[in-house]
């Protein structure tokens, strides 16, 4: 059985069918905003070469902040708390050190009269450079700017005159280039829905004055995207079983890409552990950390596996938070964290 059908049975089971027939489904728990008693911690962390303990000290733990979702992604930190994502529930939530998770927005990605299941909600999120909360709208099928009123100013909603798939993640270049990915997921039917209006799925370029360009076509499910430190290789995750990737794409001076470069192959990985190549972001020194199969993967710059932070479930992405040392990761049904002895920028 796929994520896209589990998900679609989780969430008429956690929201009953009748929620089906209003436009905003309900929360996918109590627990989901509410603050834990008790801080638990859950996983593992496989150490499989000396270089890790540089980047992750012995004894780190990762923590379990709130659960309850049924697919969480997206984690972006804000200055003084974290916002993530909720997928299939449409929703974006808030978490804040002592306070818990709050709903901050819904609807978050399908703004549509019609009521869908799927996963419609917003899923990457990240800010611009004026701290601006930006989403990927999946059931919108574009890429927006969230305004101090409340409403979205769409960035990207076409290439060519035809709809994206379902934006998925995203990442600014510090000239203010967006770059993000299009896989279909957020399409009901995915790759054979009737309403998918793109041939292929992929890497896409968005200039400050509006200007779209595709950049990457070559990845059969691109997803995860971040840049290096000096921002001269963009990272690119496969989230398909059949080539579970990361590629690494040379950037030129014009922001154009270069051929892609395979970083790492977990495709066999991706047989006997849970969770596919999703979204990553590198360290100050070029070390990404990367979810995919067993949870969060990370590798150095030359794409050497040093470990993994084995959550045991399938694990959707991470950002880094707080003074830049503490990397928050979105794990299936919960929202996690976990103390590093590296950091990564803020965005």
């Known amino acids: 059985m796929n ?37 638990e911690t859950v996983g593992t962390i496989d150490r499989l070469d000396p270089a890790l303990d540089a980047l992750i000290p012995p004894g780190a733990k ?121 896989p279909p997921y ?36 691109p997803n995860g995207i971040a840049f290096s430190p000096d921002e001269k290789t ?11 990737i990361w590629n690494s794409y040379p950037v030129k001076p014009d922001g154009t890409l270069g051929e892609g470069r395979l970083l790492f192959d977990a495709t066999e990985l991706a047989k006997t552990m849970k969770g596919l190549p999703d979204g990553l972001k590198a360290d100050l020194s070029g070390n990404l950390f990367a979810t995919g199969p067993g949870g969060v993967l990370i590798f150095s710059p030359a794409g050497k596996h040093l470990g993994t932070i084995n959550t045991g479930q399938p694990t959707a992405n991470c950002a880094w938070g707080n003074d830049g040392s503490t990397l928050y990761v979105t794990v299936n049904h919960w929202l996690c964290r976990i103390k590093t002895t590296t950091r990564g920028r803020l965005p």
């Not at 209003?22 to 509410?34: G, R």
């Open 186 to 221: 957020g399409l009901l039917g995915n790759m054979a829905d009737p309403l998918k209006e793109l041939p292929f799925q992929g890497v896409y370029r968005v200039k400050p004055d509006g200007t779209v360009t595709l950049v990457a076509e070559d990845l059969s499910r």
């Open 3 to 39: 994520r896209h059908l589990l998900l679609l049975l989780a969430t008429l089971a956690l929201t009953g069918c009748a929620d089906l027939k209003t436009s905003a489904p309900k929360p996918a728990s109590a627990a989901a905003a509410a603050v834990l008693r008790t801080i």
């Open 234 to 244: 963009l990272y690119v995750a496969n989230s398909d079983p059949q080539r579970a």
């Open 62 to 182: 990762l923590e379990k902040l709130a659960e309850g979702f049924i697919w969480s992604e997206g984690p972006v930190w804000m200055g003084s708390h974290l916002l993530f994502t909720d997928v299939p529930t449409n929703a974006i939530f808030k978490w804040e050190e002592g306070q818990g998770v709050t709903q901050f927005l819904r609807p978050s990605g399908y703004t549509g009269s019609t009521p869908r299941a799927g996963e419609p909600g917003a899923n990457g999120l990240t800010r611009d450079l004026q701290g601006r909360l930006v989403l990927c709208q999946h059931g919108d099928r574009m890429v927006s700017r969230l305004e101090s009123n409340g409403k979205t100013t769409p960035l990207a909603e076409f290439y060519r005159g035809r709809r994206f798939n379902s934006p998925n993640d995203l990442v600014f270049k510090s000239n203010g280039d967006l770059y993000f990915t299009d």
